[in-house]
Each structure stands twice: as C-alpha cells, then as structure tokens.
C-alpha cells in the first residue's frame, strides 16, 4: 500500500471519530454557606434545567474566612440540593473539600 494513500486513510478515520464522539458540557453553581433559601432555590431550578438539557453540574461551595470551620454546614446543603435534584440527576462525584470549597458532581439521569 502507498504510504501517503495509509496516511490519508488514518486521517479520515481519525476526522470520523472525531465527529461521533459526544461532548458533554458541564455548568457550575457557586453557593455560600450563608446563602438565603431563595437564592439558593432559583440556582437549584437553573441545575434542574441543565441537567434536563443533559449538562453536567458542579455544585460548589465556597467558604470564606471562619466558614471553613464548619465544612458540616455545607455538606448539609449539598446533601439537600441532591435530594432536589434527585429525580433528573445522579451524584457522580460525592462532596470532597478542596480548599476553601466543598464541590459535588451531578450528572443526567439515565432515561
């Protein structure tokens, strides 16, 4: 076989893959552990409507100061805002710390 024929061939193959592959977008909400419940209701539809649209969320808490003391606090949250979206989303990542924040994983729920 020629070698620039191989060459062209694995290129076309390689733009082929390229196209089927599936990309998965992934949004983020940021949260305090003093955000007020209606704050943290509108940012918890806008994560509904990304996961409906099949987007992946990070959920991130952010301390500052003292806050990083009390990382129960956030855990709670999370905790809750999973419970909420329960029904479109699965937890991927569980909360981990990393720094000064918390972060958990939400991805699409399989139909």
Partial sequence: ???GKFL????????RARKAQKIVETKEIRLRPKTTDHHATFKVRNARKWLTSNKKVNVRIQFRGREVHYP???LEMLNQIAEELSDVGVIEQKPSREGYSMLMVIAPAKE
């Fill in 1 to 3: 076989m020629d070698l």
């Fill in 8 to 15: 062209y061939e694995q290129e076309k193959k390689r733009q």
């Fill in 72 to 74: 129960e606090i956030a």
